[in-house]
Nanobody, 124 residues
């Protein structure tokens, strides 16, 4: 059974930094693209960033480019999201997701396994 477990969320002031981690188990982690999505109450879950199976390709939502960085360590079955210069509008529950394949996707339907989420709150 595939499991994704996020950690690293919390409360931070605007301009601060956080590093989210996602630990994966239950499948050949290195074969699949991974992504981070986020969701606020009453809104659709939105794409944040994705990384290809080997880590050579990444893709970001325009709203986070230059501030958030996705990375992965296949030897540890882990994916990370380094979040710098955080803004109040980054406040959301952040979800780690594992893709149906090795290529990057930005749509929720392209991901078949999800973690439970970790709350990130940015105060102004």
């Amino acid at each position: 059974q595939v499991q994704l477990v996020e950690s690293g969320g919390g409360l931070v002031q605007a301009g601060g930094s956080l590093r989210l981690s996602c630990a994966a188990s239950g499948r050949t982690f290195s074969s699949y693209a991974m992504a981070w999505f986020r969701q606020v109450p009453g809104k659709e879950r939105e794409f944040v960033a994705a990384i290809s199976w080997f880590g050579g390709s990444t893709y970001y939502a325009d709203s986070v480019k230059g501030r958030l960085t996705i990375s992965r360590d296949n030897s540890k079955n882990a994916v990370y999201l380094q979040m710098n210069n955080l803004k109040p509008e980054d406040t959301a529950v952040y979800y780690c997701a594992s893709s149906l394949g090795g290529a990057i996707g930005t749509m929720k339907d392209e991901y078949d396994y999800w973690g439970q989420g970790t709350q990130v709150t940015v105060s102004s």
